[in-house]
């Protein structure tokens, strides 16, 4: 296909047609030839080569077009060598939903049906103001008309519109008010309170004064604390990331009113131009900030399409020295601790255990009884020091069911392992027991008759003591240490899973 010299997009499919990668250019022609100009390539974007069976074009009439277009086409076609964003943290909106007597609740999805405020990157925030609106207007919370014995407590909480405490029209003016502090507007809402506070009062309407007074004090509140804010007025983001084997590990940090207020996290695998993408994509659904702090420099396009959604002026900034220097290195940091702060105890396990590699592999298993029955066994996967939770398994034990742990270690290291041998699965590179120096020979007892070395040793909850092969005595690991912390986090996790599938079976039997 002949690519035009325009800007635009440019789609890569693979033989079935599906979509596997969406790029963006200044000029088409010229970056899709860079593919396949001869010059070597990373490993991502080679294979990405391999895959392509066919090539299609948009062409826009400008960059921040073209980078509009691409962000639009990743979300819809989701493809495979692209960054698409999965973060699990969503910021909350506070909706006033679309009923008779509307609610006042916290919204998780800007597609909840009523009128949305927000997004609150604070919790904090969010709940502080979600708490002031209840108590100056009483609107409600409840799904359906609450119990006699809880009446009473209902009462102060709502002003109870459902079982006919308060009119429709009397109600709305309560909605409408919580609605102008939402919008903005609390000092307008003070004033015009003061204002029927005053005329209440003349007129001798105690109770109305009274409601009007509770009212205005739960406002002042808010409206201090929203000055006290405002007087730190900048905000800002700082992002940094990684590279580690063809992934990338990237951070952002919302310093938002002059307050680190929220830690992102984000891992994808590495794509060309895939910071200006991850910008793009990640600001078209966060607010954008008056300045945002990069490692490197971006596309022109990119910061106008910061500042069209902004409406208004983006400061990027590059520092190399001083403060923001210093929040970059802070940054990456929290991505060295987040992603890779498992490797220091990995390291220090090889070391203490004596192994022969790192054992990136490691499954902990754990035997779980109540009172001689529902017995059960689970067993946890850790691949490079972090949850796998794909490769966690559950056991009913068939053999026995008894406080006998060594039958039930015996059982489970079988069926487990003469599977994965079976299987020509992978095998671990080492075995935690949660247990203590019997356990520990039961489970090599068995490795023995199914013919496999593998590593293995136990811990002991009492004293968490180390058991391993060959000592008389428990090994003594520094407890604050990274191999003890990492053991202990391991086999915390294979007795949580143990005891989660135990309840179930038992909730089961007593439900039959």
Sequence with gaps: ???????????????????????????????????????????????????????????????????????????????????????????????????????????????????????????????????????????????????????????????????????????????????????????????????????????????????????LSALEVLSEKQNMERVKSFNEDILNYIIRDNKVYLIVFNVRNGILDNKREFEFALVPDFLDSFIAQYYSENPVPRELILPEGIDASTIQLLEMKRKGPVIVTIPKIGEKEKLLALVKKNIEISFFGHEEGLLDLKNRLNLEGVPGLIECLDVSHLSGTNSVASMVCFRDGAPDKSGYRRFKLRTYDGIDDFKGIKEVVRRRYSRQVQEARQLPDLIIIDGGKGQLSAALEELGYLGLKIPAIAIAKKEEDVFVPGLSRPLRLDKRGPAMRLIIRIRDEAHRFAIKYNRLLRSKRIAR
């Design 1 to 215: 296909m002949n690519f035009p010299e325009n800007p635009g997009c440019y789609l890569f499919k693979d033989s079935s047609g599906n979509v596997i990668y969406v790029g963006k250019a200044k000029n088409l022609k010229k970056r899709v030839s860079s593919y396949y100009s001869g010059r070597p390539h990373d490993a991502k974007t080679a294979q990405l080569i391999s895959n392509i069976s066919s090539a299609d074009f948009i062409v826009t009439d400008s960059e921040v077009e073209a980078l509009l277009l691409e962000n639009n086409l990743i979300k819809k076609h989701s493809p495979k060598y692209n960054v698409v964003l999965k973060d699990s943290k969503r910021y909350a909106y506070i909706v006033i939903t679309n009923e008779e007597f509307p609610r006042l609740l916290i919204a998780r999805s800007p597609k909840e049906d009523g009128k949305l405020f927000g997004p609150f990157v604070s919790a904090s925030t969010r709940d502080s103001v979600l708490a002031s609106l209840r108590k100056a207007f009483l609107v409600r919370t409840c799904r359906r008309l609450p119990k006699r014995a809880c009446l009473r407590q209902h009462l102060k909480l709502c002003s109870a519109p459902c079982i006919g405490l308060v009119s429709k029209e009397e109600y709305a003016e309560k909605v409408k008010r919580a609605a102008m502090v939402l919008s903005g507007r609390t000092d307008e809402l003070i004033s015009e309170l003061k204002k029927e506070m005053a005329a209440a009062s003349r007129e001798k309407r105690f109770e109305a004064a009274i409601e009007l007074r509770d009212q």
